[in-house]
């Protein structure tokens, strides 16, 4: 992480691409709360154009998005981008099980699969504990 006016070191970026407005708000208060600032996305472009403008940390990608595209599609167009190919990136999804497919490609690409309904304290643990890390490595 980089240092911002002196000793000061900036809070991580965070990335939220949800389309559920309620989903997107509650998570966006928690992690404000946690010491990141949010960036907010509903759909993929507005996603894929504030990976191009921003320096981001961690992201929290919806898998599937109300449009024509998934999430895994912003995942994999993030990873094409050098400064973004190991950024973490957790993939939240409401449905029961995933497809093969795109465990597959969770998998490949080096992200982490959370299910909504696990519920979102244990989400919230585990996006936590990678925030925490962050925070850490800036220190």
């Known amino acids: 992480m980089t240092q911002v006016l002196g000793a000061r070191r900036r ?3 965070l990335l939220l691409v949800e ?3 309620t989903t997107r708000c ?5 992690f404000a709360r946690a010491g990141c600032d949010v960036l907010q996305a509903a759909e993929p472009d507005t996603a894929l154009m504030r990976l191009r403008t ?7 990608l919806d898998l599937r998005l109300g449009s024509d595209r998934s999430g895994l599609e912003v995942l994999e167009q993030m990873r094409l981008q050098e400064r973004y190919a190991n950024v973490p990136v957790v993939v939240l999804t409401a449905v029961d099980k995933v497809t093969a497919q795109e465990q597959e490609t969770v ?3 080096g992200a982490h699969l959370l299910y909504k309904w696990q519920g979102y304290r ?3 643990e585990e996006l936590d504990e990678m925030i925490g890390t962050l925070l850490r490595r800036a220190a």
């Open 122 to 124: 244990e989400i919230v």
């Open 11 to 13: 809070r991580p970026m």
């Open 19 to 21: 389309d559920a407005l």
């Open 26 to 30: 509650i998570l966006e208060q928690h």
């Open 54 to 60: 921003a320096s981001v940390d961690l992201v929290v």
């Open 107 to 109: 998998d490949r690409l």
